[in-house]
């Protein structure tokens, strides 16, 4: 099999692991609204999606230093699945007093 081929049937394979995955995964919303986080802490388990929404006429992130780093476009929203429990506290690189926070229990 071509290595083309290969990755192409990997790719098919994954999704639908992910489409029959039994798990209910919850989506969890986060408004950011003039360089607020609203809620500013959730609760979240692995595999649950979180929501970014961004209402500001500026680009921001939500950022875990050392981990993961989720860019969220002006008056657009991105979201995350949720991959490791523990505590983690996040914020916009590009606003530092913006402060969030994620609780995910496994
Ligand atoms: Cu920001």
Redesign the pocket.
């Known amino acids: 099999m071509k290595a083309a081929a290969l990755i192409r049937e990997l790719l098919v394979a994954s999704t639908l692991t992910i489409v029959a995955s039994p798990v209910l995964a919850a989506t969890i919303e986060v408004t950011?609204d003039k360089?607020v986080f609203s809620p500013a802490s959730v609760a979240a388990k692995v595999g649950d999606t979180i929501v970014w929404v961004n209402k500001?006429v500026?680009?921001?992130?939500a950022t875990v230093k050392g981990g993961w780093d989720v860019m969220i476009p002006p008056k657009k929203s991105s979201s995350m699945i949720v991959k490791a429990a523990g505590a983690v506290d996040y914020f916009?690189?590009?606003?530092p007093n913006?402060k969030g926070h994620l609780d995910v229990s496994p």
Do not use: N
């Open positions: 950011i360089l500001d500026f680009a921001h992130t916009c690189r590009f606003h913006m």
